[in-house]
């Protein structure tokens, strides 16, 4: 039983570490702002559940399990929350999303004008 | 792997970082600083529990509410900003 939750814990911490620097270097290498948002906020989502639950298993029944599934919870419920502003921010602050049209890059009009 | 996690978040926060200072607009630094502010709650949370700190998950708590409403009230203030400008000024808008 043991060897079972260090294996999972093993395998949370991993896919956490990995998508955490898949979101690092989305968030330095993609072009613009939008893209950027998506790379580290939809990554940042699924990394910090990930790696607090590769955490909680390797912990034992006490009060601070407790604290770990309410930074947990409260993570899942910010961090989208936080992307979605900063997306509506720009797009009311008058940044275009890049579009690509035959191959080439352009600003685009945006989905509704504010 | 709980040691390669924490490299890995440190290393995240290392790029994070670089895309706080670099970033074009204010938004791009935003991101990068509330991206830095996610991997510090993340960080506190590991390194406490392998470092054996005293009520690491409490600071770690507060640094993760802290970081939201920072995030909130920074993009509240730029949000209408250029509205305002063009409103003040119609010939800049066109």
């Known amino acids: 039983m043991t060897a079972i939750i260090e294996i999972l814990s ?24 939008f893209s950027r948002v998506h790379a580290s906020g939809v990554t940042e989502t699924l990394a910090a559940p990930l790696l607090l ?16 599934a309410m ?18 921010a720009a797009l009311h602050g008058g940044q275009r999303p890049l579009v690509f049209d035959n191959d080439k890059p352009t600003r685009g009009e945006g989905a509704s004008k504010p | ?37 996610t991997k510090t709650v993340l960080f506190i ?11 690491y998950l409490d600071v770690a708590l507060l640094y993760a509410l802290l970081n939201f409403v920072g995030t909130i009230a920074v993009m509240r203030f730029f949000e209408y900003r250029n509205a305002l400008e063009e409103r003040d000024d119609p010939e800049s808008a066109a």
């Not at chain 2, 978040?9 to 830095?36: C, K, Q, W």
């Open chain 1, 53 to 68: 639950i590769g955490l909680a298993l390797q912990m034992e029944w006490s009060l601070d399990l407790v604290k770990v």
């Open chain 1, 71 to 88: 930074i947990l919870i409260l993570v899942l419920a910010t961090n989208p929350t936080a992307t979605h502003a900063m997306a509506k």
């Open chain 1, 10 to 33: 093993g395998l949370c911490l991993f896919l956490g570490g990995v998508l955490c620097v898949t979101g690092g270097v989305g968030l330095l290498r993609m072009p613009d702002f």
């Open chain 2, 45 to 55: 949370a590991l390194a406490g529990h392998v470092l054996q700190w005293n009520s």
């Open chain 2, 1 to 37: 792997m709980l040691t390669a996690a924490i490299v890995a978040i440190l290393v995240t926060m290392l790029l994070a970082l670089i895309r706080t200072f670099l970033g074009p607009t204010e938004y791009d630094r935003m991101l990068g600083a509330n991206s830095f502010g």
